[in-house]
């Protein structure tokens, strides 16, 4: 009797044929065939029987598959030569097998088998090995999945059969000789001795022979030696007697020597003959039951082992792969084994294809629709019998559809109903569920055998009443599958009269749950990524109705998000914190500081501080009960804005929530995230303060000041050090940090030499990289620049400029090292790198397109930086594509943020905007108020005054819009003007003073001193600009501006007005009206300033007039004074040198002499040669070489009797020179 693993091990097979074949093949298939009017036909072969059906369009052939499957309990057993012959396997029973199916009116049928396989847990034993081959199928159709199993057919089969012949003549040949009772079922008689005169030889009777009744023998020696002459059943015998004679040679010290019989005699009856003689033999071929050799060799040519098959799990798995999944183990053993329809004992007995496919699609619909319990809740027995005993009691009186009304969740009932019926139950929660399930129903259905296999799988079907599900679909249910009973559950709210079928309710309350916290399906809450757990968060008292709790049940998670985002922290540097005194603070110690509420971090555009705020954010990340959240300055701002009245209600953490993205929405919701907050120490970090306008920063604070009322609070916030004041007087106690140094020779040694290969760094690149870290400082003083360019921000840029150029051999320095264009090339680059090699450049066009691409990179860059710079940006995912230029960043979460790389990159779209293309009145006029000069944008007004540098980007309207900005105020011109000189933007000053009216020119005075209102005129002082600041380079370009700006006043009005109001903007500061002031040559001689003096000599002589004769003689004495009290030149041509030279090539000798003889200037050499400025050292030989040269002058454009007379009347002062050389200098001048 079969043992249960054997008839599991049996059904494995079946389904794991089925696995084979059903997604390839067209097939039917039958367990168990000796049944019906098959009885007998299969005999041992009858386990499994496969057919496959022809398919010529997929080229498939026809096969049959005849298995017998056998397994034994000890999986280390293999099967041995005797197994194959008479034990285990006994190979007579297959052939016997094989007789009575090719008699069968099934073989006239189906034809004879592909394959009969022996399908088997066991190995093949090493001697079994001997006989046999391993097998390749001439079919695909049983492609194996499982690699453990082999595949071997019996290539030496007549050698096994003659095993046992083999056998006792080894056994009566050798010494140690067994009792060999087997008989020889399978070598006949004269197949024996068709061949044994060739094995053996009969020995010369002798005394002792003549004693025996079996003759004496000897092995012939071609058959010891394997003679090619030997007929070819001697050779398969003697294969046979080798391994037979090898199993009984016993000393494991030695190999088996076939020759060493070559002495031996014994006497045998294993061929059952006295005569050898070989004459009288006869050959013939080899017969079994009836099968003649030819057939016989057919047989075992297809007589295949499939061995090592695994068994329990492992097979199961492998079947399991081959369904994918779709395999239900109950449901097939149940319709293709235990229940088969009794129909079909009287025909083919096959099971179908179809019938196969359908049990699948019924696995697949009972997986699919289904409900899946709420974790963590349970309802109590009480509560599920009820509701059970209503709806059987209903099913009893007759009818097969009932409604429920559920509250507080359709869910909740459904999954009840499930846990009670859950074997029978099918469930469809929307109209594509609902589809799928009449789509399902109705395929099976129209299958032979798929009404019982409905029947017997579904007996409830539960629909949730959803938009799709109609009523027309509950009678279509019933009418496909009458017997079903179908329920339909909808929600509570629903009113009662509205239904139009009998119901009954569900309510569930609080006192029907039992509720597991830990279990619930929500099991965190996540805020930017870091995890808190649920349990901590739920307040119990707030859990007070199962409506509640029904809602906590269905959540999976909640995220919360700040403002937060993942920054490329590729090539970054740590940097550290620098508080008073120089103190060096660490981002952790930074979060960990309990005694310091307000932690600011101030510092200069472009210097990282962002970066360093987000870096504090991932840090704290890992430290436990800490929350760390990241919003900006404009996101607070926002809401005060827009929620004013909402946020006036709130107080401490109820008012950050309101900052936060929380998902999903609820009340509940709410109160978890709020007790997240409460229980944990939530650090708050503020971005971008410095961003937002003046008038939102008090609202800010406000705000801000409301939350740090909550204790467990900590606010970090960065800015720029423009915003410190307002932030001092707000917090009080509050420290404030500046960032270290940024080390940016070791950022681009970084970026160009540490990540590389090491081979691939050329020496040229080496090269390049130490000439560019060595110029980069310098380069940057040169520009004046340096205190807001040698930041990270800059050195991503330049990276990026020098991407490509920094690995060329002749390297292409970029030369303009201002502001505005250093931008304009990262970003130009920036574009190239990103479709470098996207585009085929000789193909015009991919050349249009690359061209339209640019300029839609440049537009949509500045049209978000528009929506953010006014707060508008309703539509982020509009940008998505313009991420792949890395210059902004965007999440298109629940948050929905997009923003630049940087708050200059954004500053630079925005210029460009607003600068070159159509604006409204209204934007353009908020752009210059809060850009357009001021002290806070120190980066804006750069980018502003690189577009500037071709006034034609401005439309005459924007000049107009300009112009009335300038009316806005009446002292606005001259501070855009203060503004645009510290600042060094010259094309700004030259646009401001083109498009201002000429009536407020003519209030701006640019002086090196004070007031020239004797009364201190408020309005007159608001209007001066000092230039005492000034440096030499600058006071040029001023000069410069200024004539460009008189010659376009020359040009476009020539209007005449009284004579002081006729004066330009330029002569006004070259020519200072105050005697008692600095104009500008006498600045030029003191600083002293060689261009500029030269400048203004330049402009004198183009514009030489009998009033600047009057104004340089009167004003001489002061000039000369001056030079000589600032005898300096340091490094550059002394004035004294440039003075002499004038007067010696350009001015007329007479002119000179009367400038000499209009005032004492040997009296002034005198009084001022020993007179030191502030702030300097005397030095002698500086000052004897101007004293020599003044002499030199005096000598060459006075007459004798005029120096006779100077020098009489300065005898006596030039005693009181306190200095020995120049005294004695002038008094040898004297006496000469």
């Known amino acids: 009797m079969a043992t249960k693993d054997g008839v599991d091990f049996q059904h494995h097979l079946y389904y794991y044929v089925i696995g084979l074949v059903h997604n390839t093949y067209d097939y039917s298939i039958l367990y168990e065939g000796n049944v019906g009017r098959n009885q007998g036909t299969y005999k041992a072969l009858d386990d499994v029987i496969l057919k496959i059906n022809p398919n010529r369009e997929r080229g498939h052939n026809e096969g049959l598959y005849l298995f017998q499957a056998k397994q034994r309990m000890d999986e280390s057993l293999t099967l041995s030569i005797q197994d194959m012959l008479h034990h285990k396997v006994k190979i007579s029973k297959y052939i016997d097998s ?702 990026i400029i020098y991407q490509d150029r920094i690995r060329k051999p002749n390297i292409q320095w970029h030369t303009n090292y201002e502001i505005g264009s250093i931008y304009n090339t990262f970003l130009q680059s920036q574009f190239e790198n990103t479709v470098r090699g996207k585009f085929d450049e000789m193909d015009k066009l991919h050349v249009l397109a690359k061209e339209l691409i640019q300029k839609e990179f440049y537009a949509k860059h500045s049209q978000l930086a528009c929506e953010l710079e006014y707060n508008c940006c309703n539509n982020p995912k509009q940008y998505e594509q313009m991420a792949h230029f890395g210059l902004i960043m965007i999440q298109l979460d629940a948050s929905e943020c997009v923003d630049f790389m940087h708050r200059t990159v954004m500053e630079y779209f925005l210029v460009r905007n607003c600068l070159l293309d159509d604006v409204d009145r209204e934007m353009f006029f908020n752009f210059l108020r809060r850009y357009f000069c001021v002290s806070r944008a120190n980066i804006a007004d750069k980018f502003i005054d690189f577009f500037l540098h071709d006034l034609k980007c401005l439309t005459s309207h924007k000049k107009h819009i300009i112009s009335s900005y300038l009316y806005s105020s009446s002292n606005i011109l001259a501070t855009c003007i203060r503004m645009a000189l510290n600042n060094a933007t010259f094309n700004t000053l030259r646009m401001l003073l083109s498009v201002a009216p000429k009536e407020l020119l003519r209030s701006v005075h640019f002086r090196f001193g004070g007031t020239n209102n004797p009364q201190g005129n408020q309005f007159d002082e608001k209007n001066e600009i000092n230039l005492k600041r000034l440096g030499e380079r600058q006071t040029i370009l001023l000069l410069e501006t200024l004539k460009e700006c008189d010659d376009e006043y020359d040009d476009a009005d020539n209007e005449s007005d009284d004579e002081n109001e006729d004066r330009s903007i330029l002569q006004r500061m070259l020519f200072e009206t105050n005697p008692d002031e600095e104009d500008t040559l006498e600045v030029a001689l003191r600083k002293p300033f060689p261009e500029v003096f030269d400048w203004f000599v330049a402009y004198c002589t183009e514009h030489f007039s009998l009033d600047i004769q009057r104004y340089l003689t009167a004003r001489i004495p002061r000039y000369a004074r001056t030079i000589i009290r600032h005898c300096y030149a340091e490094n550059k041509e002394k004035i004294i040198d440039k003075l002499i030279q004038l007067c010696a090539a350009t001015l007329r000798r007479d002119f000179v002499r009367d400038c000499f003889q209009s005032f004492d200037l040997l009296g002034e050499l005198i009084n001022s040669i020993e007179s030191v400025p502030q702030g300097k050292q005397f030095k002698e030989a500086d000052r004897l070489d101007l004293t020599q040269k003044v002499i030199s002058l005096l000598d060459l454009y006075q007459d004798n009797e005029t120096l006779l007379l100077f020098k009489e009347q300065s005898k006596q002062r030039v005693e009181s020179l306190q200095n020995e050389a120049i005294r004695s200098c002038i008094n040898q001048w004297i006496d000469k």
Request: charged share 25%.
């Open 98 to 799: 094989y007789v009575q199916y090719s008699k069968s009116e099934a073989c006239s049928r189906d034809g004879k088998p592909t394959e009969m396989i022996y399908w088997t847990s066991d190995g093949l034993h090493s001697t079994t090995l001997a006989f046999m081959e391993e097998h390749t199928s001439k079919e695909p159709h049983l492609k194996l999945t499982i690699d453990t199993i082999g595949k071997y057919s019996i290539k030496h089969w007549k050698a096994l059969l003659m095993f046992d012949t083999a056998q006792k003549l080894a056994n009566h040949c050798t010494l140690s000789k067994q009792d060999m009772s087997k008989p020889q079922t399978y070598l006949s008689k004269a197949m024996a001795q068709s061949f044994a005169h060739e094995i053996i030889e009969m020995m010369e009777p002798t005394a002792k022979s003549e004693q025996t009744e079996q003759p004496i023998v000897k092995f012939r020696e071609q058959f010891l030696q394997g003679s090619t002459r030997l007929s070819e059943n001697a050779k398969q015998f003697r294969l046979s007697f080798i391994i037979a004679c090898q199993m009984q040679h016993r000393n494991p010290n030695t190999k088996f020597d076939l020759s060493s019989l070559r002495t031996v005699t014994f006497s045998t009856d294993a061929f059952q003959m006295q005569n050898l003689n070989a004459e009288s033999a006869e050959q013939c071929g080899f017969q079994y039951n009836g099968l003649e050799e030819d057939e016989l060799n057919w047989f075992f040519e297809h007589f295949i082992f499939y061995v090592n098959v695994p068994k329990n799990e492992k097979m199961i798995t492998a079947i399991n792969n081959l369904f994918h999944n779709q395999w239900d183990e109950h449901m097939f053993h149940k319709y293709l084994i235990k229940d088969r329809p009794e129909t079909k004992k009287d025909k083919k007995l096959q099971q179908v294809k179809a019938l196969v496919e359908s049990i699948m699609k019924m696995k697949e619909l009972k997986s699919k629709l289904v409900m899946i319990p709420p974790k963590g809740i349970d309802f109590k027995k009480e509560s599920l019998d009820k509701l059970c005993t209503g709806i059987e009691t209903y099913f009893l009186k007759g009818p097969n559809e009932l409604t429920i009304l559920s509250r507080p969740k359709v869910e909740w009932t459904t999954a009840r109903i499930q846990s009670k019926y859950e074997k029978h139950t099918v469930v469809a929660s929307n109209a594509m569920e609902m589809k799928y399930l009449l789509d399902t129903l109705n395929r099976i259905k129209n299958v032979e055998f798929g009404d019982c296999l409905i029947s017997g799988e579904v007996k409830y079907i539960l629909l949730l009443h959803a938009p799709g599900i109609a009523e027309i679909d509950s009678k279509t249910i019933l009418e496909l599958v009458p017997n079903v009973k179908l329920i339909l559950i909808v929600e509570g709210n629903t009113i009662e009269t509205s239904l139009s079928s009998p119901f009954i309710t569900d309510d569930v309350v609080l006192d029907d749950v039992i509720v597991n916290y830990e279990h619930l399906e929500l099991k965190r809450v996540n805020f930017d990524a870091k995890d808190m757990t649920l349990s901590n968060c739920i307040r119990k008292e707030s859990i007070d109705s199962s409506e509640k709790l029904a809602e906590l049940s269905t959540l999976k998670n909640i995220v919360v998000k700040s403002d937060f985002y993942e920054h490329n922290e590729q090539n970054y540097i740590e940097r550290s914190l620098i508080g008073d005194g120089g103190k060096i603070v660490t981002h952790s110690e930074l979060i960990l500081n309990e005694g310091c509420a307000v932690s600011i971090i101030c510092d200069t555009a472009g210097q990282g501080k962002t970066v360093e705020l987000l870096r504090i954010a991932k840090i704290a990340h890992d430290i436990e009960s800490r929350i760390c959240l990241y919003i900006r300055a404009k996101t607070i701002a926002k809401s005060v804005v827009t929620q004013a009245e909402q946020s006036s209600s709130l107080e401490g953490l109820q008012l950050l929530q309101t900052l936060l993205y929380i998902t999903p929405q609820s009340a509940l919701i709410d109160d978890i995230v709020n007790q997240c907050l409460v229980t944990a120490q939530v650090c708050l970090l503020i971005d971008g303060f410095d961003e937002i306008v003046e008038t939102y920063q008090t609202l800010v604070i406000k705000f801000l000041q409301k939350i740090l009322q909550c204790q467990s609070c900590l606010l970090i916030l960065a800015t720029r050090n423009e915003s410190v004041p307002i932030l001092r007087k707000a917090f009080k106690n509050a420290f404030y940090y500046n960032l270290a140094t940024f080390p940016y020779e070791k950022y681009f040694k970084q970026l160009w030499l540490s990540d590389a290969n090491p081979d691939m760094i050329s020496p040229e690149v080496q090269r390049n990289v130490d000439i560019f870290i060595s110029n980069f400082d310098q380069l940057l003083k040169g520009v004046g620049c340096k205190s807001f360019l040698e930041v990270p921000q800059l050195c991503k840029i330049m990276g």
